[in-house]
Nanobody
Framework: QVQLQESGPGLVKPSQTLSLTCTVS??????????WSWIRQAPGKGLEWLGA???????YYGPSLKSHTSISRDTSKNQFSLQLTSVTPEDTAVYYC??????????????????WGQGTQVTVSS
């Protein structure tokens, strides 16, 4: 069974870069079985898909934050990461990493993915 664990700072100041890492166990991020995604949920709002990285390193991004989002990976550590630049308080959310056998770009539920992490709260505040 694939397990995912998000890690990163819980508090980021406005205009700074938010960096999160997802550590994967029980499966390889280079496996062609899955797409590896980042999703977030802001207070009182639904899930928002931010982007994904495929087994071959190809990246996909959601249209709303595409210019501020970067997803990368470290295959030696079996990790993939999210960077969100120039954050504002509106980026305050619970951030999840997840994997799915298809590329889910408009999600309403984490159950659309095969596996997901427990989520990590990120607050953007000075």
């Amino acid at each position: 069974q694939v397990q995912l664990q998000e890690s990163g700072p819980g508090l980021v100041k406005p205009s700074q870069t938010l960096s999160l890492t997802c550590t994967v166990s029980g499966g390889s991020i280079t496996s062609s079985l899955y797409y590896w995604s980042w999703i977030r949920q802001a207070p009182g709002k639904g899930l928002e898909w931010l982007g994904a990285i495929a087994y071959d390193g190809t990246t996909y991004y959601g249209p709303s934050l595409k210019s501020h989002t970067s997803i990368s990976r470290d295959t030696s550590k079996n990790q993939f990461s999210l960077q969100l630049t120039s954050v504002t308080p509106e980026d305050t959310a619970v951030y999840y990493c997840a994997c799915g056998s298809s590329l889910v770009v408009a999600t309403t539920s984490l159950y659309e993915y095969d596996y997901w992490g427990q989520g990590t709260q990120v607050t953007v505040s000075s």
